[in-house]
Each structure stands twice: as structure tokens, then as C-alpha cells.
Nanobody, 127 residues
Framework: QVQLVESGGGLVQAGGSLRLSCAAS????????VGWFRQAPGKERDFVAA????????YYADSVKGRFTISRDNAKDTVNLQMNSLKPEDTAVYYC????????????????????WGQGTQVTVSS
């Protein structure tokens, strides 16, 4: 079992930045692939970014490519999502998710591929 807690959400103006963190406890986070998803009211949960548990591969949704960066700090059992040039359409609840030891460089981009989820953190971008 692993417990995930997201932090760093908040209210920001368009063009601003936020840094989300996903902190893990319970098991060595270094052995988990991690993804970020987001869900706006009335919409499905959408993929945002993923990082392999090897840490050497990342993947982004087209809508955030070039603006968001996912990274991991295994020494601190955290995965971060740096979000720059935020837009009102980025407004959503952001969730981190983790899956234990998928193939080494696998990138998991659908919610069904993850067994563990955090509670989410709200990001609101005003125009």
C-alpha cells in the first residue's frame, strides 16, 4: 500500500505558475510509476503527465506540453508538477496516481492503469 497526498494547488491568474507536489508514504516511492490527472466539473478525469519509475521517461498531454514539467525526487518520495503559463482551461482538481513496478520505462496514461490515488488538489486559474 502507498498513500498519496497532493499539495500546492490554489488560485492564480492566467499566465502564472504553480508547483504541485505528490508526497508518498507507506512504500518506497521510487518503485512506482506516477501520473497526474485532472478533472473539471462535469467532465471526465483527463491525463496530464506521467513519469516512469525509472525516472528517465516522461509524457505529456498535448494541452500542457511545453508548459508543464513532471519530475521526481525519490530521496523525498515526491513527484512534482511544475505548471507555467497557466490558462483558465487548466482549472480543475488535480490528482496524482501511482502504480507499483510496471515495466521499467513504461508510461501509464489512462486512469485504469493506476491502483493508487490521492485526494486531489484544486487549481483555479482566473482570466
Amino acid at each position: 500500500q502507498v498513500q498519496l497526498v497532493e499539495s500546492g494547488g490554489g488560485l492564480v491568474q492566467a499566465g502564472g505558475s504553480l508547483r504541485l507536489s505528490c508526497a508518498a508514504s507507506g512504500r518506497a516511492f521510487s518503485r512506482f510509476a506516477v501520473g497526474w490527472f485532472r478533472q473539471a466539473p462535469g467532465k471526465e478525469r483527463d491525463f496530464v503527465a506521467a513519469i516512469s519509475w525509472s525516472g528517465d521517461t516522461t509524457y505529456y498531454a498535448d494541452s500542457v506540453k511545453g508548459r508543464f514539467t513532471i519530475s521526481r525526487d525519490n530521496a523525498k518520495d515526491t513527484v512534482n508538477l511544475q505548471m507555467n503559463s497557466l490558462k483558465p482551461e487548466d482549472t480543475a482538481v488535480y490528482y496524482c496516481a501511482a502504480e507499483h513496478e510496471p515495466p521499467w520505462s513504461a508510461l501509464l496514461i489512462t486512469p485504469d492503469e493506476y491502483d493508487y490515488w490521492g485526494q486531489g488538489t484544486q487549481v483555479t486559474v482566473s482570466s
